[in-house]
């Protein structure tokens, strides 16, 4: 795979989010990758973050899963790129449960069950579990979505034009249990 891959997964899979365009730069950037190990885990996908983060897309991962698993893990990717500019996570949790109850309250249950694993597992799984119907109260945790009530997507992720080999990495590790 390419450094350009997970650029070209993003906007395959999740082009219905309103990615801004400098989501494109952090990425491209940070070196982000897909990478489809071939291995069994208890999760389908991590984001391993050492030199670089990347995408792993384990074996267990059904083709209908990878969606949800680039969109989860590239929200873990993108709070570690900009971590020093996002704010506090001091009452993200209020913010989103209030957002689910508004625009999907159908989907509580999945939201409650990633909100008692832990912010970082709700953070990442939002905007997959509201389908996108993010609130603009969460513009400060989603930096890289437009999330202004009158504005419509500005741009969608576009593909870099370099391309480069890559290396499986180990590193930290976090990933997706289940379906909400």
Known sequence: MTKKALIIVLMALNSWLPWTSEVKVLLTESRSQVIFTGEASPFRGLCCMEDRANIAINSN???????????HETQHILAYILWPDLPSWAGFEAAAIACAKEVQPQRMRGVYKFADMNVYELHAQLPWLL????????????????LTPTSKVK??????????????????????????
Do not use: H
């Open 131 to 146: 389908n996108g119907k993010l609130c603009p109260t969460l513009q400060p945790w989603y930096p890289w979505f437009d």
């Open 61 to 71: 991962a059904a083709v209908e899963d990878w969606p949800m698993i680039t969109l």
């Open 155 to 180: 741009s969608r992720v576009a593909a870099p034009q370099e391309d480069t080999s890559w290396a499986v990495l180990d590193g930290d590790r976090i990933g997706i249990i289940e379906d909400p």
